[in-house]
């Protein structure tokens, strides 16, 4: 199993361009989440999906939209890129999201710089 | 708002010390706790969990302890290893319509030979 892959590793954007931050998971699991980690900081939930064509906010979506056509895949849109957008990205899968199901494997993030 | 915190950012000790990593949380209806273990330039690896009906958890070389009373939750690594040198996140699991997971800020953990 690859786990968790993403890409690019590094991209840099151009205030105002879009890109598609690409996830795959090849371990079936049924949810699949964003996040954005800004120096020293935590771990912040963008988006996340509970299975194929079902996607939910999370803490910080403004500025960024997600599809779920399958469940190995779980794309990440920057539309309009700012500034603020520049972070190390994480995708991450878990098989549920109850007790006992709720461990959460990351990819190895994606990052970005907005200039 | 509710938020999950750490104590102390940085902790260093050193090799064959052992080490406690504080979490604070808020959030009483949470009843799923998570450590998470992140090195430089990687994703957060999982190293622990623990159910809020429990107290303590141990694993290999590191155990959990949960004190539901102050809401505050620990990282007990023995024997710390140059290896064990990262970002240790605790997390903790609110559910709603869908359970998700809010990570604290992380704490620093620099182990010296």
């Known amino acids: 199993n690859a786990g968790v892959t993403q890409t690019p590793k590094f991209h840099i954007l151009k205030i105002g361009q879009s890109m598609t931050l690409q996830c795959t998971q090849d371990m079936n699991h049924n949810y699949m989440y964003w996040y954005r980690q800004d120096p020293g900081m935590g771990l912040k939930l963008i988006y996340y999906s509970v299975g194929a064509g079902i996607t939910d906010k999370g803490e910080v979506p403004n500025g960024y939209n997600v599809s779920r056509s399958t469940t190995e895949d779980f794309p990440l849109r920057l539309e309009l890129a700012a500034p603020s957008q520049t972070s190390v990205y994480f995708c991450?899968?878990?098989?549920?999201?109850?007790?006992?199901?709720?461990?959460?494997?990351f990819g190895p993030g994606t990052r970005l710089t907005v200039l | 708002g509710e938020n999950v915190g750490l104590h102390l950012p940085t902790l260093s000790v050193q090799e064959g010390d052992n080490s406690i990593i504080n979490c604070a949380y808020s959030n009483s209806a949470s009843d799923y706790f998570i450590w998470y273990k992140q090195e430089s330039g990687k994703g957060p690896q999982f190293i622990i969990d623990?159910?809020?009906?429990?107290d303590k958890r141990q694993g290999q070389r590191v155990t959990v302890l949960l004190n539901k009373t102050v809401k505050h939750l620990s990282l007990q690594i023995a024997a710390t290893q140059p290896g064990d040198s990262a970002v240790y996140f605790c997390a903790e699991n609110i559910f709603g319509g869908y359970s998700t997971l809010t990570f604290g800020k992380g704490t620093m953990l620099l182990v010296s030979p």
């Open positions: 623990i159910r809020s009906n429990m």
């Open positions: 991450a899968s878990s098989l549920g999201g109850g007790l006992g199901n709720n461990e959460q494997f």
